[in-house]
């Protein structure tokens, strides 16, 4: 059992490295995780979304873009789609949620052509780290399963 981030993330370098399609990249948090996922080793990301965007936001942070391949697609339902694609053709092994409402990045992960069907149940899960306990929290089931 990881009793934090730190004994989860000494598991995750033990792992292959990752590709992530991140749907409408262009935001700051999101570009600072991938960012820093690349740097650990971690995970290589695509960045699909508005170029333009995700250049200017890359620039006032100071982040270097080389190494990150992005497709430009400035519509924030198609980039959803072009990044489900990827996970769903095998050029990516996750999908990331980037500045795109919740109501279309699940659609995207439904569509009947490009989505992550399965024919199983549909969850997530978030995982804290709070001062004063032992060990990781894992919370699932909060907004997918109506009746868990």
């Given at each position: 059992?990881?009793?934090?981030?730190?004994?989860?993330?000494?598991?995750?370098?033990?792992?292959?490295?990752?590709?992530?399609?991140?749907?409408?990249?262009?935001?700051?948090?999101?570009?600072?995780?991938?960012?820093?996922?690349?740097?650990?080793?971690?995970?290589?990301?695509?960045?699909?979304?508005?170029?333009?965007?995700?250049?200017?936001?890359?620039?006032?942070?100071?982040?270097?873009?080389?190494?990150?391949?992005?497709?430009?697609?400035?519509?924030?339902?198609?980039?959803?789609?072009?990044?489900?694609?990827?996970?769903?053709?095998?050029?990516?092994?996750?999908?990331?949620?980037?500045?795109?409402?919740t109501k279309n990045f699940l659609k995207s992960v439904l569509d009947k052509e490009v989505g992550l069907r399965t024919g199983?149940?549909?969850?997530?899960?978030?995982?804290?780290?709070i001062k004063g306990i032992d060990r990781l929290l894992f919370l699932s089931d909060v907004a997918f399963m109506t009746y868990?």
């Amino acid at each position: 059992m990881s009793k934090g981030f730190q004994d989860l993330l000494k598991k995750v370098y033990e792992c292959d490295r990752k590709t992530v399609a991140v749907a409408v990249a262009e935001d700051e948090p999101v570009l600072e995780a991938v960012q820093a996922a690349k740097e650990k080793g971690i995970a290589d990301a695509i960045l699909v979304g508005d170029e333009a965007k995700i250049k200017e936001i890359a620039a006032s942070m100071n982040m270097d873009l080389a190494g990150f391949e992005i497709i430009n697609e400035p519509d924030h339902v198609q980039a959803a789609l072009t990044a489900v694609k990827l996970v769903h053709d095998g050029k990516a092994d996750m999908y990331m949620k980037g500045l795109i409402d919740t109501k279309n990045f699940l659609k995207s992960v439904l569509d009947k052509e490009v989505g992550l069907r399965t024919g199983r149940a549909l969850s997530h899960v978030c995982v804290f780290e709070i001062k004063g306990i032992d060990r990781l929290l894992f919370l699932s089931d909060v907004a997918f399963m109506t009746y868990p």
